[in-house]
């Protein structure tokens, strides 16, 4: 069953899929959340082993809401090019 956020961030061109090994390929997880234009080298990627954690993050790093305090934020977070990109 795809939550009310993943159908948000799906709707702003983010996705969850099983993970492809050439993404972020210094991180492990078995899946993925990626900017639905270009899955191996977007804007945004971020790889873990619980798509429900992988969606939290990402709404909360797009600014769809209020940024949980419990959420722990990480380098997995950055955009697929690096800090400051």
């Known amino acids: 069953m795809t939550s009310s956020k993943e159908s948000i961030l799906f ?13 972020k390929p210094e991180f492990e997880g078995r899946w993925m959340l990626t900017d639905i234009d270009d899955t191996r080298t977007g804007s945004y990627a971020i790889v873990g082993d619980d798509p429900a ?5 990402c709404y909360s790093w797009a600014g769809l809401g209020p940024v949980a305090s419990d959420i722990p934020q990480n380098t ?10």
Request: charged share 20%.
């Open 76 to 85: 997995l977070c950055q955009p697929t090019g690096g800090p400051g990109i």
């Open 11 to 23: 709707s702003h061109g983010y996705a969850v899929n099983g993970r492809d090994p050439a993404v």
């Open 53 to 57: 954690e992988l969606v939290e993050e």
